[in-house]
């Protein structure tokens, strides 16, 4: 059974660079599945970040594309985003998730942008 877990950082201040990292197992993130990122923030809906493929194919929403990057760590079965030059509108619980069929969601990250 494939689980997810999103860990980061809690507090950024605003205009650094976020990092959160999803640590999977019961899966292997390079053998199969697409493994998205995507955040909620305070009283607002699920906005799609971006995704990575097994084969290591990336795809961005374009309205953060610029600011956002996304990458793998192979043997530590881990892939991570970075948001670049954040502000108090990325505050957000950010989730892994893997489609492959269905949605396996990780528990979430909280990551709060303030001075």
């Known amino acids: 059974q494939v689980q997810l877990r999103a860990s980061g950082p809690g507090l950024v201040e605003p205009s650094q660079t976020l990092s959160v990292t999803c640590t999977v197992s019961g899966a292997s993130i390079t053998k199969s599945g697409y493994w998205n990122w995507i955040r909620q923030p305070p009283g607002k809906g699920l906005e799609w970040m971006g995704v990575?493929?097994?084969?290591?194919?990336?795809n961005y929403n374009p309205s953060l594309k610029s600011r956002t990057s996304i990458s793998w760590e192979k043997s530590e079965n881990q892939f991570t985003l970075q948001l670049t030059s954040v502000t108090p509108e990325d505050t957000a619980v950010y989730y892994c998730?893997?489609?492959?069929?269905?949605?396996?969601w990780g528990q979430g990250a909280q990551v709060t942008v303030s001075s």
């Open positions: 990575i493929t097994y084969t290591g194919d990336i």
């Open positions: 998730v893997r489609t492959t069929g269905g949605w396996n």
